[in-house]
Structures are given as structure tokens and as C-alpha cells.
T-cell receptor, first 111, second 113 residues
Framework: AQSVTQPDIHITVSEGASLELRCNYSYGATPYLFWYVQSPGQGLQLLLKYFSGDTLVQGIKGFEAEFKRSQSSFNLRKPSVHWSDAAEYFCAVIAGNMLTFGGGTRLMVKP | NAGVTQTPKFQVLKTGQSMTLQCAQDMNHEYMSWYRQDPGMGLRLIHYSVGAGITDQGEVPNGYNVSRSTTEDFPLRLLSAAPSQTSVYFC????????????FGSGTRLTVV
């Protein structure tokens, strides 16, 4: 069965600093991979997705993610974090007909 | 174009009561899913549907029923509510297998006392 692991439950960064959120997946075939963001009390918004091709994908709000098959990873990055980026971030994989989520990483931004 | 609409937004139930969470989408999406979100556990798939008349179980289906009589609607039924079903429930829909990403509703916060 497929699974998604986000090793970091909480991360705190200073405003303007760079950010990397980790995601590891377990799936036998080439996965469809996603990053979603959830602001407090809100639903989930799609940041970016990877299906095939270029392993570095660009998303909304200045985020990017890199697919590394050898490491089974799909880490999310942003070069300079803004206070409005404080939220919970979820990595997800589609395997078969099911979208499976990791446990999430809560990002806090220090002024 | 309303996207994915969930009702109600909040609900309090007594143990043993039944209720239906409503989910409707107006994007003609084939795929629809129900998730529950609990602290530290991400979102866990309850049931999903790949089209009208077709449903299947996800990771945590026990205590929940679904049906898909139309493309637009995918209600989730709690048969006999238990405190362990206290959670935030999200409905999501997607065109095809989700290659364009899923669209999520704003959620239903359910408390079972």
C-alpha cells in the first residue's frame, strides 16, 4: 500500500529565510505527487503537482518542489518565507484511485 | 461556479444518533472523496467514488456509508455516531484520477458527545 511520510511535525522559520519541507513516499510505480496548504479553519488549496517530466515543478505563491526518485522524496521549497505562509502543509500521493496524505507539517513564521 | 459545497459547517450529535453530511460539486467531476482530519494524522480517506453508482472504501470506512446516485452529490452517512467520530470532515472532487488535483470543500466540524 502507498504511504506518505512528513518527518517534521512543526517547523519555525524567520520571515525572509528559506524553507524546505520534507516528504517521502512509498509507492511501487511512478506516483502522482501533490503539495497542499491549509490555513487555519480553511479547506485545502493545491500548491503544485508532479506527474512526469521535469523533476522540478513550480507552484503558486512562489513555492517549488523537486521529485527525487532515488530518494523517494518530493520536498517543498521556498527561497524567502512571508508571514502569510504560516499554515499547515500536506504532501499527498495518488496511487490507483486514492489520494493519500501525509500527517502534515505546521509552519510557523517568526517576525 | 460554486466548486465543492459542504453542509452543515458545524454539527453536534449525541452518541447513537445518525446524520448525513452533504457534499455537492458543480464541476462535473467524476471522482469524489470523503476525508476526516484529526490532529497529527493528516487527512484519512473514508470512502470514495469514481462515478455515479460506483463507490469504494478508503482507509477508515467503518461507521460510515456513502452512495452516489448523481454525478453532483456524494453524501456521507453516520449510522450511529460515536465520540471517536468527532472530527473535521472534508469532501473533495476531481476530474478523472486527480491529474489536475482535487478541489476541497470548506469542511464540516462534527462533535459527538
Amino acid at each position: 500500500a502507498q504511504s506518505v511520510t512528513q518527518p517534521d511535525i512543526h517547523i519555525t522559520v524567520s520571515e525572509g529565510a528559506s524553507l524546505e519541507l520534507r516528504c517521502n513516499y512509498s509507492y511501487g510505480a511512478t506516483p502522482y505527487l501533490f503539495w497542499y496548504v491549509q490555513s487555519p479553519g480553511q479547506g485545502l488549496q493545491l500548491l503544485l503537482k508532479y506527474f512526469s517530466g521535469d523533476t522540478l515543478v513550480q507552484g503558486i505563491k512562489g513555492f517549488e518542489a523537486e521529485f527525487k526518485r532515488s530518494q523517494s522524496s518530493f520536498n517543498l521549497r521556498k527561497p524567502s518565507v512571508h508571514w502569510s505562509d504560516a499554515a499547515e502543509y500536506f504532501c499527498a500521493v495518488i496511487a490507483g484511485n486514492m489520494l493519500t496524505f501525509g500527517g502534515g507539517t505546521r509552519l510557523m513564521v517568526k517576525p | 461556479n460554486a466548486g465543492v459545497t459542504q453542509t452543515p459547517k458545524f454539527q453536534v450529535l449525541k452518541t447513537g444518533q445518525s446524520m448525513t453530511l452533504q457534499c455537492a460539486q458543480d464541476m462535473n467531476h467524476e471522482y469524489m472523496s470523503w476525508y476526516r482530519q484529526d490532529p497529527g494524522m493528516g487527512l484519512r480517506l473514508i470512502h470514495y467514488s469514481v462515478g455515479a453508482g460506483i463507490t469504494d472504501q478508503g482507509e477508515v470506512p467503518n461507521g460510515y456509508n456513502v452512495s452516489r446516485s448523481t454525478t453532483e452529490d456524494f453524501p456521507l452517512r453516520l449510522l450511529s455516531a460515536a465520540p471517536s467520530q468527532t472530527s473535521v470532515y472534508f469532501c473533495a472532487s476531481s476530474y478523472s484520477r486527480g491529474s489536475h488535483g482535487y478541489t476541497f470543500g470548506s469542511g464540516t466540524r462534527l462533535t459527538v458527545v
